[in-house]
């Protein structure tokens, strides 16, 4: 009994052999049957253990296959035993087992798959020493190595895994009271294999494959469900990587915090500003990275216009539970005056724990800035060069005209107007230098006493200072509203790429190439690619592929550089097997969230493609297992009938007890020749199928006169034809041979179903740039819904007809498509059906010379 979808797998996974598994899976086995479950043994391994054996009770058992091999008899699971019994669960020991040879896979759980392709729940189980991924861990932690390996994809891919665990005392004390092995084995294992330090190594192994597992199931419940928020159900630590001489001493603290939980991930982050250019030595971060990676860490770089903020958008992005900072190396005044980031990561962290590190360099150095101006470098050059020139002319200028003839006022205002286009120009600190710079100016040149820095009227110095106050908190507004513009633009290019994305996902298309192509352009990437790969331990090949070469200064997002001006490679997981990658310049915290969008999106794309690839093949083959189908069928029947005729007729020639006259061998001889005729033809129709389906008709397109093909097609039904072909056709480009076989074919179909002494019509006509054939008869014709499928194979009107297997209109479109000619069905008037063949005109060259002899009633184009 299958239900049409795939059977559900669960795997019941064990740290060692021994601990219980195989017992775990029989006693689910009982609760299923007592809910009412169809439930069968297809194969349980018991070793010889008692309880085990016990355990088995009444359940159902099917045989095992047989196999003989150098001499030895193996027994193996019955796949095709267990498909016939077609149980709802079935249970199968032991699922990285090697087959026997000559068996139909060489692993089990390739037999497993089977099972559940066809519907039936699978409850398997395996030891983690047999994960392929874990052989050479096991192989230094054991000394032995595992020959028997089921991918990790398989068992990744189960619905549910069941960890079997024991501690390593307790394995032990079942295997001195032989619940494991036999006496004699009892103790070699336990001084090799099943030492406690081993067995506590595999039992970590386990644990931590399988909370890889549930965090990868965390990861994507998380996404799926757009929650932002940390869940706290592993033991992150993010460490917030300056690139100061302070970072080794951050690394070793976070890295002595990390392992005091085992299983915690230690992960440290380095901002770079928004350009995407290193204000810290390469060979630093190359240092830093090698030191994190040795500690059991993994180094990321990304891309933040705020230090903080940046760092704390990485640690929500990887659900981290705590952040390690260092204490700030600005000193103190400048920390009252402009805050610290170690203070802002703590303020914006929310439930994520900061874990504040003293250090050698804390309040001695000069720090690291924080914020970033989204200007351009060229632009920020030429506010900076604008930040001494502009108040030097502006300042020349009114001293040409004259100290007298301009109020103070209107200097300062119109010096005021030249603060605000450097800030317009170069952003916030080129417009503070020229708002000082402007100050002097006023100063020295325009305020009373003239000529020195020393100001006589107390007004003056307030309108000094507020023109300061003012020339800052304009340009203030003015860089952060060209930062504001850039996040805007860059917000609204993700938003509207990713809807376009979403559409083009919803609506089928498939738009790998197109995800590549947009991350490229609309992050300016040097090389955008995603890549997949059949299990754990394969390697990565690319599905769709992008390279993106970019202007200067262009791009979407804050910092855009050019391609390939970067060296930051950003990996992005789809799933298990599939993922993006980005190669050129760095990514913004911020963005990594967009291209996990991306990924999403890419995931749904590839999952597409993917069904359409299984729905495709499942058409072929249920087109190939219809056609089988058919064909055996009308075989059994149609093949068959012509040879008891000949068989029978042959018999009563040969019979030495019966008497023939003339007349009567005649007949049996005529019988033979009919039966013989008919069984040629089925058997030249199944032949041309088979050819034309595997694509090995080669036609040799010529010239030809319908002259000789016609009358050789159709000379079996002279005498129920009713002729009407021109002399005067003109050629026609065809392959004769092939072509005679589609009118044959199709002459016989119409006289086939033509009433008894009617005739059958073929005409033939030029039209304009081909000539036509017609084949009417009177016969019951085929109804409007029928006319698209009969030139399927095995096709027979109202399929009861036993005059053939259905293949000549088949074979007949088949071949007139090789030969470019085409073929088409009409109703006859009257009642019946019209055949009608279209073959093309012989084209006479362009170039042909003068002398060439060309037949009249060829018709040059």
Request: hydrophobic share 45%; with cysteine; net charge negative.
């Amino acid at each position: 009994m299958t239900t049409g979808r795939r059977g559900r797998l669960t795997v019941y996974l064990g740290a060692a052999p021994g601990v219980g598994k195989t017992y775990g899976m029989l006693d689910e086995a009982h609760r299923r049957r007592a809910r009412g479950t169809d439930v069968v043994i297809g194969l349980v391994e018991t070793h010889g253990r008692a309880a085990t054996i016990d355990r088995i009770g009444d359940l159902e058992m099917l045989q095992r296959r047989l196999v003989e091999h150098r001499g030895t008899t193996l027994t193996e699971l019955d796949v095709q035993a267990v498909l016939r019994r077609a149980p709802e669960v079935a249970l199968v020991d032991e699922l990285a087992h090697t087959n026997a040879p000559g068996s139909e896979h060489p692993k089990r759980w390739q037999d497993v798959h089977d099972l559940l392709d066809a519907g039936i729940d699978v409850v398997t189980t395996v030891n983690v020493q047999h994960l392929a991924s874990l052989t050479d861990d096991v192989e230094a932690i054991t000394g032995v190595r595992q020959r028997e390996t089921v991918p990790d994809k398989v068992v990744r891919e189960a619905d549910q895994i069941q960890l079997v665990d024991l501690s390593p005392e307790q394995l032990r004390r079942r295997l001195a009271h032989g619940n494991v092995y036999r006496a004699e084995q009892i103790d070699a294992s336990m001084s090799s294999f099943f030492r406690v330090g081993n067995l506590t190594a595999l039992r970590e192994l386990a644990l931590l494959w399988l909370a890889d597992r549930v965090d990868d199931a965390l990861t994507r419940y998380r996404a799926d469900h757009a929650i932002g928020g940390t869940w706290p159900a592993r033991e992150r630590i993010v460490v917030a990587v300056t690139g100061g001489p302070e970072t080794e001493t951050l690394l070793r603290r976070a890295s002595r915090i990390a392992q005091r939980a085992a299983g915690t991930e230690l992960l440290a982050v380095h901002v770079l500003p928004t350009d995407g250019l290193p204000s810290t030595p390469s060979a630093t971060i190359a240092a830093h990275r090698a030191l994190a990676e040795s500690l059991g860490g993994v180094f990321h770089t990304v891309v933040g216009e705020d230090v903080p903020t940046a760092v704390v958008d990485f640690a929500h992005g990887v659900n981290a539970t705590m952040i390690v900072v260092g204490v700030s190396r600005h000193p103190v005044w400048r920390q009252a005056l402009l805050g610290s980031s170690s203070a802002e990561i703590a303020r914006l962290s929310g439930t994520i724990d900061v874990h504040l590190v003293t250090h050698e360099q804390a309040r001695g150095g000069v720090g690291v800035r924080s914020r970033y101006s989204s200007l351009s470098p060229a632009r920020r050059a030429a506010g900076w060069g604008s930040s001494l020139v502009v108040p030097a002319v502006l300042t020349t200028g009114l001293l040409l005209i004259g100290r007298g003839d301009v109020a103070l006022a209107t200097d300062a205002m119109l010096l005021l107007a030249g603060v605000v286009g450097v800030a317009l120009i170069g952003g916030l600190w080129p417009a503070v230098v020229a708002a000082i710079v402007s100050n002097l100016c006023l100063n020295y040149f325009f305020a009373p006493p003239v000529g020195r820095l020393t100001i006589a009227e107390a007004e003056n110095v307030f309108a000094l200072a507020v023109f300061v106050v003012v020339a800052v908190a304009v340009a203030s507004v003015v860089d952060l509203a060209a930062r504001r513009t850039t996040q805007a633009y860059r917000a609204r290019a993700e938003a509207s790429t990713l809807a376009a994305l979403s559409r083009s996902v919803l609506s089928g298309q498939d738009t790998a190439q197109a995800i590549v192509q947009r991350l490229a352009q609309t992050f300016a990437m040097a090389e955008v690619r995603i890549e997949e790969r059949d299990d754990d331990r394969s390697p990565w090949t690319v599905v769709a592929h992008e390279r993106w070469v970019t202007e200067p200064g262009s791009g979407a997002g804050s910092g855009a550089t050019p391609a390939g001006s970067g060296e930051g490679v950003t990996e992005v997981a789809i799933d298990d097997l599939h993922r993006l990658v980005l190669v050129g310049r760095v990514l913004p915290a911020s963005d990594r969230q967009v291209v996990e969008a991306f990924g999403a999106q890419a995931g749904i794309v590839l999952e597409h493609r993917r069904l359409r690839e299984q729905a495709a093949q499942a058409e072929v083959l249920e087109r190939t297992e219809s056609t089988r189908t058919a064909l055996l069928a009308a075989v059994s029947h149609d093949l068959r009938t012509p040879l008891a005729v000949i068989r029978t007729a042959v018999d009563g020639l040969g019979s030495p007890d019966v008497e023939l006259d003339r007349e009567d061998r005649d007949v049996l001889t005529a019988t033979i020749a009919d039966s013989t005729y008919r069984l040629e033809r089925l058997i030249g129709n199944l032949l041309d199928l088979s050819r034309l389906q595997t694509g090995a008709v080669r036609p040799t397109l010529r010239a030809a006169s319908l002259e000789e093909v016609v009358p050789i097609a159709v000379e079996p039904w002279l005498s129920d034809l009713a002729l009407d072909v021109p002399e005067d056709l003109p050629l026609v480009h065809t392959d004769p041979g092939l072509f005679e076989r589609v009118v044959a074919n199709v002459v016989s179909n119409a006289v086939r179903h033509s009433p008894p002494g009617a005739k059958v019509l073929f005409t033939a006509s030029a039209v304009r740039d081909s000539v036509e054939l017609r084949v009417a008869d009177t016969g019951p014709g085929v109804p409007d819904d029928r006319k698209a499928t009969m030139f399927e194979p095995f096709q027979r009107l109202d399929d009861t007809s036993t005059g053939g297997l259905g293949l000549g209109l088949a074979v007949a479109s088949g071949l007139a498509t090789a030969v470019g000619a085409r073929i088409a069905a009409e109703d006859t008037p009257g009642g019946g059906l019209t055949m009608v063949l279209t073959v093309p005109r012989e084209r006479v060259a362009e170039d042909a010379a003068p002398d060439d002899v060309v037949p009249d009633d060829v018709v040059a184009e």
